[in-house]
């Protein structure tokens, strides 16, 4: 089989595996728990989570819905922070910060964990987490494509906490959008990243490694461990 043909192959199968086609109307579409995220009841210590999941309808096949999930010591409860493009059609800011289980699907589509930090120092994390979220600069502004959306708003907390060391895949559009800035620190918080607008750009970065951004696709080289990332598809692990 041909390059050609198996990069082919591979993008049917992440669209077909990804994405939930049978959920037409998003009033129906699942919600339900996954069984990733801790039971906030049996688990004292302070716990930070992000997770991706296939965007709704038609966008999933190009990218993802973040968000991040945090629980102080001995909270009852996790609160999920996150942006939604409906809020804005009210006026209002399009930050949504409210309790609720951080492992949901969205709209049908089960989330993957991307990042996790626990124990001690992360009651001060969350205390970071939520001052980046009240600062968020493009509160009112949504668009899909390339940004300010909700993997922008990822990017943004991600910088606040570089100790999480999260790596947003190359599915995340949106997280290289820097408004008016063309320099930035990369989404992690560690490293270097030039964007004009969200759709050129490159990133340098011991946790992202080597990525371009064109018209908001990203393609790029993880070095340790190995692995190539690609739009669509997202990042494939080779090092095994």
């Not at 599915?171 to 408004?179: N, P, Q, R």
């Amino acid at each position: 089989m041909s390059a050609k043909n198996i990069v082919l192959a591979l993008l049917l199968l992440a669209i077909a595996a990804s994405c939930n086609f049978g959920s037409a109307d998003w009033r129906t579409a699942s919600r339900a728990q996954t069984g990733i995220a801790p039971d906030p009841a049996q688990t004292p210590e302070a716990v930070i989570q992000v997770y991706a999941a296939r965007a709704y309808s038609w966008r999933g096949i190009f990218g993802v819905h973040t968000w991040f999930a945090t629980k102080p010591s001995h909270a009852k409860s996790f609160t999920v922070y996150e942006v939604a493009g409906w809020y804005a059609q009210w006026g209002g800011s399009v930050v949504a910060i409210h309790e609720q289980a951080p492992d949901r699907r969205w709209f049908g589509n089960a989330p993957v964990l991307l990042a996790e930090k626990r124990g001690e120092g992360v009651d001060e994390l969350i205390k970071r987490v939520d001052a980046a979220a009240q600062t968020y600069p493009y509160e009112k502004d949504y668009t899909v494509w390339p940004g300010p959306n909700s993997n922008t708003f990822t990017a943004w907390l991600s910088r606040a906490v570089p100790e999480i060391g999260l790596n947003l895949p190359p599915t995340a559009i949106g997280k290289d959008y820097l408004g008016d800035n063309i320099t930035a620190t990369a989404p992690s918080g560690n490293g270097w990243q030039f964007s004009v607008l969200g759709l050129f750009g490159v990133i340098v970065s011991d946790v992202e490694g080597y990525e371009i951004n064109l018209l908001g696709l990203t393609f790029g080289i993880k070095p340790d461990p190995f692995a190539i990332k690609l739009p669509l598809i997202g990042q494939i692990d080779l090092s095994a």
